[in-house]
T-cell receptor
Framework: QKEVEQDPGPLSVPEGAIVSLNCTYSNSAFQYFMWYRQYSRKGPELLMYTYSSGNKEDGRFTAQVDKSSKYISLFIRDSQPSDSATYLCAMKGSGNTGKLIFGQGTTLQVKP | EPEVTQTPSHQVTQMGQEVILRCVPISNHLYFYWYRQILGQKVEFLVSFYNNEISEKSEIFDDQFSVERPDGSNFTLKIRSTKLEDSAMYFC????????????FGPGTRLTVL
């Protein structure tokens, strides 16, 4: 079983739609959960950062972590064409490791 | 807003040649990382660096790879003898802390080995 699984898509939605992106993971030691956005041939840009379980909201973005199900989600409300990118989930354990484990990334296209 | 910078943006080299990829992390950050992303694949961890030494490395980071902080601002990744399979995007990242710290990524260096 892969440590982090993410459906690569592509996911195509109309402008204004609510987008739901998800990752599952197998390592129960993961404590920190992140979502990065990556435009083509660019570096990952941090969107959301969550510690342990719960929800976090920032503008149109909401991140959810359910550690009991080993499942994390990113919701994008009122999606815009500028949201078209690849969304990467990433996670790491506690302790002194900074090593991030990434999902495959989901490619999102928001059509005007 | 402070950001991680990387040079060059694109490096083309012949198989067997040495390459050095350069990064300038965010100035008050203490932890530095290299990741790579082969086209169409996941971003993969290579190495983390703190207090002038490697703190963790992956199986990918073999004897052909080395990292260095030659001065107070630069952080480099050297590949001693490049192979075709080293062709990838290489990302540098930095953070204030290891465990809870948020990692900020640079724009990447695209390495093409011919």
């Amino acid at each position: 079983q892969k440590e982090v699984e993410q459906d690569p898509g592509p996911l195509s939605v109309p402008e204004g739609a609510i987008v739901s992106l998800n990752c599952t993971y197998s390592n129960s030691a993961f404590q920190y959960f992140m979502w990065y956005r990556q435009y083509s041939r660019k570096g990952p840009e941090l969107l959301m950062y969550t510690y342990s379980s719960g929800n976090k909201e920032d503008g149109r973005f909401t991140a959810q972590v359910d550690k009991s199900s080993k499942y994390i989600s990113l919701f994008i409300r009122d999606s815009q064409p500028s949201d078209s990118a690849t969304y990467l989930c990433a996670m790491k354990g506690s302790g002194n490791t900074g090593k991030l484990i990434f999902g495959q990334g989901t490619t999102l296209q928001v059509k005007p | 807003e402070p950001e991680v910078t990387q040079t060059p943006s694109h490096q083309v080299t012949q198989m067997g040649q040495e390459v050095i990829l350069r990064c300038v992390p965010i100035s008050n950050h203490l932890y530095f990382y290299w990741y790579r992303q082969i086209l169409g694949q996941k971003v993969e961890f290579l190495v983390s660096f703190y207090n002038n030494e490697i703190s963790e490395k992956s199986e990918i980071f073999d004897d052909q790879f080395s990292v260095e902080r030659p001065d107070g601002s630069n952080f480099t990744l050297k590949i001693r003898s490049t192979k075709l399979e080293d062709s990838a995007m290489y990302f540098c990242a930095s953070s204030e802390e290891a465990s809870g710290g948020t990692q900020y990524f640079g724009p990447g260096t695209r390495l093409t080995v011919l």
